[in-house]
């Protein structure tokens, strides 16, 4: 029986710009590749922060031009990068796996996943997005009822909330297309982010974090492993002293006890850590690990990345 993994792209893995992504995803799409050949089920999302910023500043930019459009929201923003990442992506993975002489179904779901209301991450929005702005401009966004905050120096710029995920929509759907054995792409960026509201589902004005999401959607698809890959083939705690160290195979205990230490960041790797614990605690016999992309291959294989058991 093939093992199951849920394979969570990094910023690094997709590029900045419609160039870069391209590119990017070429190299991107030889690791995923490298996973089908060894024999894995595989489920992928990914980052989508530069693009869904590019996204918003540009209908940001077009609603100023053209009076008549009004400014795309979140949500929608959110929906449109999960669209463009995930076709470079398909056809990308696809394009490898033919070179190979792999014939495979790959598909981009666009992915709804439903967020609390009551979250606390709503009263103190954190993920900053988009251009810089004037002060003319940021008082406009918070007279729309926007979060801004100053750089100084540089100006301001719109902050949004980062709540915790509740449900994927779409995991059904998700689900049958993996027991198909096809390959999925879905919950990009963390998904959609949506409120329940009765039978309506209502676009949130937030960025979920991914590395949340792809550990929520590795255990709804009763994956074996949970695989981030990031900017760094290892982990390291007391980044800057002398005690500095790469961290390579850990136990669930040693995890907790580091993330309670404080050696994560909050926006980096804490996310990552907090993503695979609750993955692995679930079920016995799972694992994460984190490493780089490039170093995939070998990360799979035990030889080197951060491994969590």
């Known amino acids: 029986m093939k ?10 893995a997709l590029g900045t710009t419609l160039p870069e992504q391209k590119e990017a995803v070429k190299y991107t799409a030889k690791s995923i590749a490298d996973l089908i050949e060894a024999g894995y089920q595989v489920v992928i999302t990914h980052s989508n922060a530069p693009q869904v910023g590019m996204i918003h500043t540009a209908m940001n930019e077009f609603g100023k031009a053209h009076q008549d459009y009004t400014p795309a929201p979140m949500s929608v923003c959110s929906a449109m990068s999960q669209g463009y ?4 992506l398909q056809n ?4 490898e796996l033919l070179d190979r002489g792999i014939f495979r179904t790959v ?23 988009g251009r810089y702005m004037t002060v ?4 406009q966004e918070r007279k729309k009822g926007n979060y801004v905050v100053e750089e100084p120096g540089k100006g301001f710029r719109r ?6 995920p509740v449900e994927i929509v779409e995991i059904e759907a998700i689900r049958t297309l993996v027991d198909a054995d096809q390959i999925v792409i879905a919950c990009g960026g963390g998904g959609i982010p949506v409120l329940k509201q009765d039978h309506r589902l209502k676009g949130a004005s937030a960025v979920i974090e991914k590395d949340l999401v792809a550990g929520r959607l590795a255990e709804e698809i009763n994956a074996d492993e949970l695989i981030i890959l990031t900017s ?15 961290l390579g195979e850990i136990t669930v205990s040693q995890a907790k006890q580091y993330m309670e230490e404080g050696h ?17 605690e679930k079920r016995e016999g799972r694992q994460a690990l984190i490493t780089s992309f490039d170093k995939l291959k070998e990360g799979i294989k035990g030889k080197t990345g951060t491994i969590i058991k």
């Open 92 to 95: 990308g993975i696809r394009e």
């Open 136 to 139: 003319e401009e940021a008082n």
């Open 85 to 88: 990442i995930g076709y470079d």
């Open 3 to 12: 093992k199951r993994v849920v394979v969570a792209l990094g910023h690094r």
């Open 232 to 246: 760094v083939e290892k982990v390291r705690i007391n980044l800057g002293t002398p005690e500095e160290e790469e």
């Open 107 to 129: 598909s981009t779901i666009l992915t709804q996943v439903t967020v609390d209301p009551y979250d606390e991450a709503f009263y103190t929005p954190t993920k900053v997005l």
């Open 264 to 280: 994560f960041g909050v926006y980096n790797m804490l996310p990552k850590f907090q993503a695979s614990v609750e993955f692995i």
């Open 159 to 164: 902050v949004v909330s980062a709540p915790n």
